[in-house]
């Protein structure tokens, strides 16, 4: 297994524009969480999902933001009508249930919105 | 809720001191506590985690962490550090009793290993 595949590595956007990332997680684990990170800051979690199943988003996150795991998979992240203030680096994280091992993290996709 | 606080910014030691990089947290019930690193253009790693047991729990590239109940800790630690252990730092706590999956992470502290 390669890792956490996380797609494009960059992301250059108007505002205002649609933007989808995608993130391929370890074969075997279950879950897989969405996370952004701003400079100087830690990893601030978005959504996450066991199987095809969103157990959690983020009360941060606004309706704009939108994420699926079609068949358990792969998972797609979109952020609609983007601005400024969503520019930062999206991180896709994977585990098993128990995190016997924490996440295994991809090397996220670095959004600028201009 | 969930919280961790990483109180320094900045930890800068000699190559071959012993380090320590600070972590507390707030957590409702139990917690799973992480550390990652993440080196320069690189992504985060997975160094060690507490989950029950022994207090001290032992991580790879010989790192280690001391969780302390009393103090709400987890602390971390090598007793020789290496100029290659000059990275990012970031402790993580999760709530095992609500079997929430997310984790939540400080704010990190830079490491720098001077030769």
């Known amino acids: 297994d390669t890792g956490v595949s996380q797609d494009p590595r960059h992301k250059i956007t108007k505002r205002g524009q649609n933007v989808t990332f995608r993130c391929d997680p370890i074969?075997?684990?279950?879950?897989l969480y969405w996370y952004r990170q701003t400079l100087g800051q830690g990893p601030e979690f978005l959504t996450y999902?066991?199987?095809?199943?969103?157990?959690?988003k983020s009360r941060l996150l606004s309706d704009r933001f939108s994420a699926e795991r079609p068949k358990g998979s792969f998972s797609t992240l979109e952020i609609q009508r983007t601005e400024q203030g969503d520019s930062a680096m999206y991180l896709c994280?994977?585990?098993?249930?128990?995190?016997?091992?924490?996440?295994?993290f991809g090397s996220g996709t670095r959004l600028t919105v201009v | 809720a969930q919280s961790v606080a990483q109180p320094e910014d900045q930890v800068n030691v000699a190559e071959g001191n012993p380090l320590t990089v600070k972590c507390t947290y707030s957590?409702?019930?139990?917690?799973?506590l992480f550390w990652y690193v993440q080196y320069p253009n690189r992504g985060l790693q997975f160094l060690l985690k507490?989950?029950?047991?022994?207090?001290l729990v032992k991580g790879s590239y010989g790192f280690e962490a001391e969780f302390n109940k009393s103090q709400t800790s987890f602390h971390l630690k090598k007793p020789s550090a290496l100029v290659s252990d000059s990275a990012l730092y970031f402790c993580?706590?999760?709530?095992?009793?609500?079997?929430?999956?997310?984790?939540?992470f400080g704010d990190g502290t830079t490491l720098t290993v001077k030769p």
């Open positions: 074969s075997e684990h279950n879950r």
């Open positions: 993580a706590v999760r709530d095992r009793d609500t079997n929430a999956g997310k984790s939540t």
């Open positions: 507490y989950i029950t047991g022994d207090n």
């Open positions: 957590v409702s019930g139990n917690p799973y």
């Open positions: 994280a994977s585990s098993w249930e128990d995190q016997r091992r924490g996440y295994t």
């Open positions: 999902f066991q199987n095809e199943a969103q157990l959690e």
